[in-house]
């Protein structure tokens, strides 16, 4: 089984902070430092730190070569990503305050140049038990969906950020789909949890969703089946890319085990491990680190 991640790649430019810049403010940072990110390449990342074979399908510029190299040291197949000389790289400003919080601001660049060829040589060697992998960073994501679908492909989608377009995608054609409680709630138009959660299931009853909770952990729900399982308590240094590790880990265990409660577990155990480190893909545990942390 292999995952086959349509994703972006960003050059995350992290500042640490008090407090997010307001309107019209100039607000000194206390520490800056730059380092590879994107939902697409965080995800990649967890699935490969979590013993899963992972093929990355984006773009970045050639004069970032350097960000391509480390990506592929973690354990990712990149040969199905392209190099541009046109358009910029991906990128992110990140602030980040002393509590972990923080705020992003993206720039889309290289992350909106796939193309159909490339989406239709990438699935022609995925096999029939293989997973396609999105996220909202990345174009052509509609495209991406019905030719996964038609090729019978299962497809797990992280529809962040949340954007407009999403509402017009065919989400019944997702096997399993991530969001966070704030997503819930914009993709299914309603004000609060539980409302989001009933019509989660009621609007797509054949798409097992996974909702992250932050701190209070995560929830699994398809039909009348519902499993939680608590956060793990920790030191929040940074809270970026805890999300994608979580996303990652869950649908690398779920895949190899099909256990959905192991699989919330390994995730949330992960997640919790990448916001006690600063930054992205550098914060994103191993298998045998997340290992120790649950048996601990």
Wanted: hydrophobic letters at 40%.
């Amino acid at each position: 089984m292999a995952v086959y991640n349509f994703g972006s790649i960003n050059i995350d430019h992290i500042y640490s902070v008090e407090h997010f810049v307001e309107p019209g403010e100039t607000l000194s940072s206390s520490h800056y430092k730059q380092v590879l990110g994107g939902k697409g390449a965080n995800q990649s990342i967890a699935c490969a730190r979590a013993n899963c074979q992972v093929f990355h399908i984006g773009s970045v510029n050639k004069k970032d070569i350097h960000y391509l190299e480390y990506l592929e040291g973690t354990g990712v197949n990149c040969d199905l990503v392209t190099q541009t000389e046109e358009t910029a790289s991906g990128h992110a400003i990140i602030q980040v305050t002393a509590e972990g919080e923080n705020a992003i601001v993206l720039y889309t660049g290289a992350n909106h140049t796939l193309t159909s060829a490339q989406i239709q040589g990438a699935l022609e060697q995925a096999y029939a038990n293989d997973w396609v992998l999105l996220q909202n960073e990345t174009n052509k994501i509609e495209e991406i969906i019905n030719t996964a679908h038609a090729k019978g492909l299962k497809i797990a989608f992280n529809p962040a950020p949340m954007t407009n377009n999403i509402k017009a995608l065919d989400i019944t054609k997702i096997d399993l789909l991530f969001v966070n409680e704030i997503e819930a709630m914009q993709l299914t138009q309603t004000q609060n949890i539980a409302s989001a959660r009933l019509a989660l299931t009621n609007s797509y009853p054949s798409t097992k969703v996974v909702m992250t909770m932050g701190k209070a952990g995560a929830v699994f729900l398809h039909q009348n089946e519902s499993i939680d399982v608590a956060g793990k308590q920790v030191d929040v240094v940074d809270t970026t890319a805890a999300g994608d590790t979580f996303t990652g880990y869950f649908l690398a265990n779920y895949c190899d085990t099909n256990d959905v409660k192991l699989a919330l577990e390994h995730a949330t155990a992960a997640a919790a491990l990448c916001v006690t480190k600063s930054g992205a893909a550098p914060s994103i545990p191993n298998a045998q680190e997340v290992a120790l942390f649950i048996n601990s």
